[in-house]
């Protein structure tokens, strides 16, 4: 019998298999009789069993081979790989034990501020810039002067700075204030012995100054005895008219509200074109304050 010929037992009918599949068990389609599937050498004569064997053989050397070859394409790329995280581990470990680092490029330069300039570019805004100004406010029946003057005045200072003075208050009272393009930033505050460093500084103003502004901070203050107070503050502007004792200016209103310390406070200060601050109305727990200008003059 040929290969993959069957001839059915019930009606000799004659057909070929789609799949070699020996002992295994098939049905005739004339008459559905199921047959079993028989041997390739059952039913071949001595040359067609002599042929069969050879080939067999053949294709068993072949499939040797293809396997013996994609063995060893394994195995060259298993070990390529490990060759390629070997010197990649190295690479790493030379760099950490020579403390090298990759070359980052150079900071931007910021542009520099210079203080005629900054006399000049601030004589007009809500926070004008002097070298002899003075303010005087009135707070209940208590007299304040605020006066101020400019510091780091060295030449090529970037961003100088102003410290204001207020005196005619319970401790002598000093800002200091770093001036940059972008805005003014609070530093420093000190009361008497107390000094404390914002850290990073405070914006309370930016440049340009408009309604309709908002910011945030997150910083905190430290004394020099390293004690520390956190501070969380919500900043936002508007314009808004101020009448106090040295006229009726339409102003820059800058709310400030938060927590400093653990202690919630409201902070609104509003600020006059080429005057500077013209009221001031705080609260910090139970305790408030409201201060208004008198008169300004340098």
């Not at 393009?181 to 107390?194: F, L, M, S, T």
């Not at 100054?209 to 005895?225: A, F, I, L």
């Amino acid at each position: 019998m040929p290969k993959f010929i069957l001839e059915c037992p019930g009606c000799q009918a004659r057909f070929k298999l789609r799949r070699y599949v020996p002992r295994g068990r098939v049905r005739c389609r004339a008459c559905g009789v199921v047959m079993q599937v028989p041997l390739v050498d059952e039913g071949l004569t001595p040359e067609e069993r002599a042929r069969h064997a050879s080939r067999e053989t053949v294709h068993r050397a072949v499939r040797g081979k293809v396997a013996r070859v994609v063995a060893l394409w394994r195995w060259l790329l298993t070990a390529s790989a490990l060759v390629a995280l070997l010197a990649l581990g190295g690479v790493i470990l030379a760099r950490r034990l020579t403390g090298t680092r990759p070359e980052l490029p150079p900071p931007a330069e910021i542009p520099r501020l210079t203080v005629e300039e900054l006399i000049r570019t601030r004589a007009r805004s809500p926070f004008p810039i002097g070298r002899e100004l003075e303010w005087q406010y009135i707070s209940g029946d208590r007299v304040e002067t605020h006066r101020m003057r400019i510091v780091d005045v060295l030449p090529g200072e970037e961003v100088p700075c102003v410290a204001i003075l207020a005196t005619g208050v319970e401790l002598p009272t000093q800002d200091i204030v770093r001036i940059t393009r972008e805005g003014a930033y609070r530093q420093e505050i000190i009361q008497g012995a107390d000094r404390r460093k914002f850290v990073p500084p405070i914006k309370f103003l930016c440049f340009p100054p408009t309604g309709g502004q908002s910011w945030k901070y997150e910083g905190e203050t430290v004394r020099e005895n390293g004690e520390r107070e956190r501070w969380s503050v919500a900043f936002e502007t508007s314009i808004e008219e101020a009448e106090v004792p040295a006229g009726r200016f339409r102003c820059l209103k800058v709310q400030a509200r938060g927590s400093e310390g653990g202690v919630q406070f409201v902070d609104q200060r509003w600020y006059a074109l080429g005057l500077g601050l013209v009221q001031r109305a705080a609260t910090r727990g139970s305790e408030s304050e409201i201060i208004k200008l008198t008169r300004s003059g340098r």
